[in-house]
């Protein structure tokens, strides 16, 4: 998959193009995603076109935090089979860009767009001016052929990245899950840590995420670890490790079920299932020792069902 970001000098051709932020890569974005990727039969390059927004918001002092990350993103969409995945900078410049001039200027100069395929609430262009009205309208002129989707609904309720974000937070994973249509997942790199699991007989793995990726509330997870493309059952505790220690940056740490191997600097991607309990600390490493082996015997029951 090739990887545009941060840069406007491209040029691309015969392309089919969604268009969106696609912050959680939810079941309304595969929509988009799966539809662009099936025109590669026809002849057409897949390219899912999205914005590189800064962390730092450009309009407000709030920060953002992503569902996924730039790079989880990019693996996923990898993952799919996509041909390119375009970041293209989001700046003053291109936020006021008139919303004609985009089309024009971006999707027919530049991508070479011969099919857009966008969900029916798109907007672009200066002050969120342009839609799928004027894209429809747009296409006579440019030639280009526009599928749209209506937004997808879980149990009466539209699914949007901002439903996800919001119930991630509460800790609703499950719901999470069915909403993004696979399990929320951390990907990054695993990291050495204070080792104290390998001395209670528990060694896990640690990962240290990004500072702009939104994380669940701390606590234990039921989960599993995909490692070189093979998934292995585990429990995973998000948090600061009180009772060893306090740590300064929110850590995932996951003891994975018959696994043994040593994974320092590998990339792994860990997959959230249920919620057992809030982080907490205990008065020692034996009570600590205590209750991750009973954490270990109720991710092992609850992930019966995810055989």
């Not at 996509?82 to 700046?91: G, K």
């Not at 079920?257 to 860990?270: N, P, R, S």
Request: hydrophobic share 35%.
């Amino acid at each position: 998959m090739e990887y545009i970001a941060g840069n406007t000098d491209f040029r691309l051709h015969n392309s089919a193009v969604s268009l969106g932020k696609f912050d959680g890569l939810h079941i309304g974005h595969q929509l988009l995603i799966d539809k662009t990727i099936s025109l590669k039969q026809e002849g057409y390059s897949s390219v899912v076109f999205s914005f590189l927004y800064n962390p730092r918001n450009l309009f407000s002092e709030i920060d953002m935090k992503f569902i996924y990350t730039e790079e989880e993103k990019k693996r996923k969409l990898k993952e799919k089979g996509l041909d390119v995945f375009i970041s293209y900078p989001f700046s003053k410049e291109t936020a006021s860009m008139e919303p004609e001039k985009f089309v024009k200027e971006v999707l027919v100069d530049r991508i070479d767009a011969k099919v857009i395929v966008v969900g029916s609430d798109y907007c672009f262009g200066r002050n969120r001016e342009g839609n799928v009205d004027m894209l429809r309208e747009l296409s006579k002129q440019y030639g280009y052929r526009l599928v749209i989707y209506d937004k997808l609904k879980l149990k009466d309720t539209i699914v949007s990245s901002t439903l996800i974000r919001d119930e991630l937070e509460k800790g609703n994973i499950e719901l999470v899950n069915q909403m993004l249509g696979t399990p929320y997942s951390i990907i990054g790199e695993v990291m050495h840590g204070r080792k104290i699991g390998r001395t209670l007989g528990m060694p896990t793995t640690n990962l240290i995420p990004d500072d702009n990726k939104l994380l669940p509330p701390n606590g234990v997870y039921a989960s599993k670890v995909i490692i070189d493309g093979i998934s292995y059952d585990s429990v995973t505790s998000i948090g600061y490790k009180p009772s060893v220690g306090k740590e300064t940056k929110k850590g995932v740490e996951t003891f994975i079920f018959d696994f043994d191997d040593d994974l320092y600097g590998k990339i792994i991607e860990v997959r959230l299932y249920g919620f057992e309990r809030e982080e907490v600390k205990f008065n020692s490493l034996e009570e600590l020792s205590d209750q991750m082996h009973r954490d270990i015997q109720w991710a092992k029951e609850f992930l019966k069902e995810y055989r």
